[in-house]
């Protein structure tokens, strides 16, 4: 199917052809003709399938030019209220729609005018309402409701601000939430604020020719040695560690620049601010090594990335697609190495459980043991350690020993091969 087939605007088929969109993803083909019909949609998608044209494009359908705010759009960050932005404003290019990014720890002036003259609105939940209570925002006229990486919101605490907000728009609006999973608390959104809600799924597909799995058994004392022999031996142009932590991001990341690695930690404990700077910094390339939580690494559009290094493995198996999926996009091969301790064999069972991965098991035994450094309250603080320039020279590092051991049964339980102690 195209989109010239599914009975879109010409403004918004105009603007598509412009930046190249031609044939829908599955989600944009199922959810698009029920947005556009009217339905509330709740959407399953992981990253990379296409969700923001898929409620983006019909949403913008909608819109009248010069009759207020019709479109509230609410996103976990203030990262993905610009990237999300900056999409709709992609599709509408023809259509001239008003749209308006909204967050805090910036000026409210630039963003009162913004929406002043809009017709979407895009925002964090915290300045949303902010601009509501100074009644600077007004959502009586909301045609579309949008609750965008809902999963994730709930996880960073803004449930009762998402219901709150809920509860100010019109009866009559239409809700589509779109969520990577669907945890207890969206069963309670869909309940009071959609009518028969149409539900989609766009199951998260590997390219497994383009993508290569390993995992590696290690104690978790020598797990940032593992790391550093991975990337010594990989040599990454970019590589996205993932930790389930803040306060590990933040180890990891310090002790990777100890060792010369350009790194830094992306988490939602930085001011906002610094974790756009961090992005930005790593999508010019100005980063070798992103340091980063699930919670601030999903739904960013992070291209060019080689490797993916899962330091801990993540108790929902939808956030280990999700990691994967940073790499192996847009043709290019990926490759991405789990480093699992005894507290990560649960949650990587959960994985394999859930997703038929060809993840292959390696033996890496010989490598060089480097310090790894817990920092206390006070370091912290303290700004980045200075970089040594370290350089890694063949040979510097032990190859190691590497024997691959095939899955039996799809079952990672009958290859176990015992700990290292």
């Keep these: ?50 969700k923001t044209a898929a409620f983006g494009i019909p949403l913008l359908e909608k819109m009248e030019r010069g009759k207020g705010v019709q479109a509230l759009v609410l996103e976990p960050t203030r990262e993905l209220a610009k990237q999300v932005a900056g999409e709709l404003k992609k599709f509408s290019r023809f259509k001239k729609v008003g749209i308006a990014t909204v967050y805090g720890g910036v000026s409210f002036q630039p963003q009162i005018k913004g929406v002043s003259t809009s017709e979407v609105v895009v925002g964090t939940p915290g300045r949303i309402m902010d601009l509501m209570r100074k009644g600077h925002l007004s959502l009586s006229n909301i045609k579309l409701f949008v609750l965008d990486e809902a999963d994730k919101m709930i996880d960073m ?55 290569k799995q390993y995992y590696i058994e290690v104690p978790y004392t020598k797990k940032f040695s593992l790391l550093m022999h991975l990337v010594a031996q990989e040599k990454p142009e970019q590589a996205i560690v993932f930790c389930n932590a803040r306060y590990e991001a933040d180890d990891v990341a310090w002790n990777l620049r100890e060792q010369g690695i350009n790194a830094k930690a992306l988490h939602g404990g930085m001011p906002q601010n610094k974790r756009e700077k961090t992005i930005n910094q790593f999508h010019d390339r100005n980063i070798a090594v992103l340091v980063a939580t699930d919670v601030a690494g999903r739904g960013l559009d992070i291209r060019n990335v080689s490797h993916i290094f899962n330091y801990s493995i993540p108790s929902n198996a939808e956030d280990y697609a999700n990691r994967i999926g940073r790499t192996a996009r847009a043709g290019d091969r990926g490759t991405a190495y789990s480093l699992l301790s005894r507290d990560d064999h649960e949650n990587f069972r959960r994985v394999q459980q859930t997703f038929d991965y060809d993840i292959e098991g390696l033996n890496i035994d010989r490598f060089a043991i480097l310090p790894f450094k817990k920092r206390d309250a006070k370091e912290k603080g303290r700004s980045s350690p200075p970089q040594r320039g370290a350089k890694f020279s063949k040979g510097q590092y032990s190859r190691g020993d590497r024997r691959p051991r095939k899955r039996q049964g799809g079952s990672w339980e009958n290859e176990r091969v015992g700990f290292a102690q």
């Design 1 to 50: 199917m195209k989109f010239e087939e599914m009975g879109l605007e010409e403004t918004i088929l105009n603007s598509l052809q412009r930046i190249q969109f031609e044939s829908p993803t599955k989600i944009q083909e199922e959810a698009i003709p029920l947005i556009k019909a009217g339905h509330d949609v709740f959407g399953q998608s992981a990253t990379g399938s296409g």
């Design 157 to 211: 605490g803004f449930f009762d601000d998402m219901v709150y907000i809920a509860k100010q728009t019109p009866d009559t609006r239409q809700t589509l939430l779109f969520s990577a999973t669907m945890p207890e608390k969206l069963k309670y959104i869909r309940q009071q604020f959609s009518r028969d809600a149409k539900v989609v799924e766009a199951s998260f597909k590997v390219r497994e020719d383009m993508l």
